[in-house]
């Protein structure tokens, strides 16, 4: 009898539990009640704290991560309440003083930063006055504002040039806006110094979402379609169906190119700060190539085996002194005597936003001065030259004229100067750029000498032929000969399922049979027979092309539907229609719930080998968030209270700016996707640096708690 009266109690208050969840101070004191049967009648403990057990389970569940956190804190002030974390399974293992102190920093957030704190400002009472039929723009944008407010420091960012700026792929994205993620890292670096007051005052603002539009979808609102015709020539099938059966493109016209011989005395100037880390060692890997290749055109002219002579130069910043900022080769025709010398070469210094491109462009006017000159240089780098003021204070910084003047680079010089002396020398400068903060600069110094400037894309192509012909078409002006090779880094080709052995066994003159590997069917049958390094290549970018194709296919059907909608948004803007346009507003900028049930780090490597299964991902992550709605709706929970951020890994043969990449959070595929779009593969060794993808994880742990 005894037995079921306490128990009866127990019950009792687990029913007032239920009702009273909302409360969580209430649900902290009747817990504590239950723990002391618990305790104080060992006979039953069993029982009672199994029905414990089930309340806090049941209460984190339907509540959200917030309130567990704070629950959890309330239980620390009393012995009783201590005891039951110590106890019970749902409290096991967490760091309680690191709870404290991000459940502390959360509750100041959310009395500073709330829509109703927002709505007391006079400026927000400025706004509805003048915007009273859109205010609700205002609204869910200060929703999302006080939620990116929690996290944007989750999301990976540079500052350079006084903006705000993304890695994407080999590029630096000055025009990208993460939503009020970017926007906030304007205001936290102005604090830090970083970002000066105009540049804030430029780049802040509310935004509106206007719709998603899809590429795939805008040439039907074209009458007429002008394609490059070079690149038509070598579309795949699937590519030519297309344009045939979706665009009704029909007629083309083929033009040819002009290739011919450019045989010269080269000079080879590069970028070797640590930013040009991966592309110096994909140089040092193919400089044998590149010779090899010179050594079949001069065969082919009949022209002498040392006309074709390289030399390979590479400059750094101030700090890394004189031995360091110049580093140069004799002057080569044996392409092995080369590669020795640059095998000692590595990437050091220049964590400026601009590098001595003057102390480069100095040695190339010293060499041209020596008896058999100099026919063209080579210039490749990823940033601008610097400006008088930066050169005067980075020599001032590494020891001043003290040091400097006794070294051979006496005198502070400027790239304009050592410019103007190429030029009157007639010696061109073929400049490549990395990045777009570069492009100003290369450009002018191209233009000024007579040489060309291009970006150079670093990335193996997964084209067909497209790149191919493009590179074909670059390589010699209208009416001029010229001459191409493909250097490709041998790590890239592992993305087509390309290795060593494949290629060994070509150069060596022996032919082979490829192997296909169904993992379905559990079969493995022959393919098909190379005897040529170019055939094996083609084939297997055109295999990579094609199963990529079909997983774009699906995207841009989904992509559909969003793109009709949004266009019908803009007729409605055309016709003024304004109802139509208030419900697409207020559906488009909706934020998401904020009682959270769920965050998710989707933590990924994405070194080359996972090239295949990163494309699927982003073509992927709407039906994800797809079903994590229907789960969450299954258990009758809000369907847009799940974050996620996605989050890659590579390893340390990558830069520091790419060793790590990461998302905002984001409650929408759409954001989410943008990012993932300019995610790209790079680097790798045989164990990846899964580490730092775990750190990062910790570290987002400890701003807010993941589930």
């Known amino acids: 009898k005894s037995k079921g009266k306490v128990l009866e109690n127990v019950t009792f208050l687990s029913k007032q539990i239920k009702d009273l969840i909302s409360d969580v101070n209430k649900v902290a004191e009747l817990l504590c009640q239950m723990k002391v049967f618990a ?85 927000y009472q400025d706004c509805a006055l003048r915007f009273s039929k859109w205010i609700f723009l ?67 603002g509310i935004i509106i979402n206007c719709g998603t539009f899809s590429y795939a979808e805008m040439p039907h609102e074209f009458r007429f379609i002008t394609g490059v015709t070079g690149t038509l020539e070598t579309l795949a099938k699937l590519e030519k169906d297309v344009l045939e059966n979706v665009y009704y493109v029909h007629k083309k016209t083929i033009m040819p190119s002009v290739f011919g011989r450019n045989i010269s005395r080269t000079l080879l100037l590069m970028d070797a700060t640590d930013s040009m880390a991966s592309l110096l060692s994909a140089v040092k890997d193919t400089i044998c190539t590149m010779f090899e290749r010179a050594s079949v055109i001069l065969k082919e002219k009949k022209l002498c085996a040392d006309a074709f002579q390289m030399q390979f130069a590479v400059y750094r910043d101030y700090d ?24 000692n070469i590595h990437a ?38 610097k400006t008088s003021s930066a050169i005067a ?92 090779s493909m250097i490709l880094h041998e790590q890239d080709l592992e993305k087509f399922h390309i290795d060593q052995t494949h290629i060994g066994h070509i150069l060596k003159g022996k032919s082979f049979i490829a192997r296909d590997i169904n993992i379905i069917a559990d079969t493995i049958h022959l393919s098909k027979t190379y005897h040529t390094l170019y055939d094996l290549l ?38 003024e229609n304004l109802d139509e346009i208030r419900k697409f507003l207020i559906e488009e900028n909706r934020e998401a ?18 090239s295949h299964l990163l494309h699927k991902c982003k073509n992927t992550v709407d039906i994800m968030f797809e079903r994590a709605s229907e789960i969450l709706n299954d258990h009758k929970m809000k369907s847009d209270s799940v974050q996620i951020q996605f989050a890659v890994y590579r390893n340390y043969n990558s830069s520091h700016d790419k060793l790590l990449q990461s998302s905002p959070w984001e409650s929408k595929p759409n954001n989410l996707r943008s990012f993932m779009n300019t995610t790209d593969v790079d680097g790798g060794w045989q164990n990846e640096a899964i580490e730092i993808g775990l750190w990062h994880a910790n570290k987002e742990n400890e701003r807010e708690t993941i589930t």
């Open 393 to 484: 204070r980075d020599r001032k910084a590494t020891g001043g004229d003290s040091y400097w003047g006794k070294t051979k680079f006496i005198n502070p010089t400027h790239y304009t100067k050592e410019m103007k002396k190429l030029k009157e020398k007639s010696i061109p400068i073929r400049a490549f750029y990395l990045h777009d903060d570069a492009k100003v600069i290369f450009k002018q110094i191209a233009l000024e000498t007579g040489g060309r400037c291009k970006s150079l894309d670093i990335n193996s192509s997964e084209e067909k032929f497209s790149e191919e012909k493009q590179i074909k078409g670059r390589t010699a002006g209208q009416g001029d000969q010229g001459s191409y």
């Open 348 to 385: 050091r210094g220049g964590d400026d936003y601009e590098e001595p491109i003057e102390i480069g462009l100095w040695h190339t006017v010293q060499q041209s001065e020596e008896p058999y000159g100099l026919s063209q240089i080579i210039l490749i780098g990823d940033a601008p030259a």
């Open 39 to 123: 305790e104080n009648l060992s006979m039953f403990d069993t029982e009672i704290n199994a029905k414990i057990d089930k309340e806090v389970n049941s209460y984190k569940t339907q509540q959200d991560i917030m309130d567990f956190d704070q629950l959890t804190m309330i239980l620390e002030k009393t012995e009783i309440s201590f005891q039951l974390i110590h106890d019970h399974t749902c409290f096991i293992g967490q760091n309680w003083r690191t709870r404290r102190e991000k459940m502390q920093k959360q509750d100041d957030l959310k009395n500073l930063c709330t829509l109703n704190a927002a709505k007391a400002l006079s400026v």
């Open 593 to 610: 719930e904020r009682k959270l049930q769920s965050r998710t780090v989707c933590l990924m490597d994405a070194t080359v080998s996972m």
């Open 138 to 204: 205002f609204d869910e944008a200060i929703k999302d504002m006080v939620a990116a407010l929690r996290s944007f420091r989750s999301s990976t960012y540079i500052v350079r040039n006084d903006r705000i700026v993304y890695v994407e792929g080999e590029s630096i994205a000055e025009n990208v806006v993460r939503g009020y993620d970017t926007i906030w890292a304007y205001y936290y670096e102005n604090e830090k110094g970083k970002i000066s007051p105009s540049s804030l005052e430029a780049n802040v």
């Open 538 to 575: 083609d084939d297997k970018r055109t295999e990579l092309f094609k199963v990529q194709y079909e997983e774009n296919k699906k995207y841009v059907e989904q992509a559909k539907q969003k793109h009709l909608i949004s266009q019908k948004f803009l007729s409605n803007l055309l016709l």
């Open 320 to 343: 890394c002194k004189a031995d360091g900022i110049l580093q140069s080769s004799s002057w080569e025709t044996n392409p092995s005597k080369l590669r020795s010398f640059m095998t």
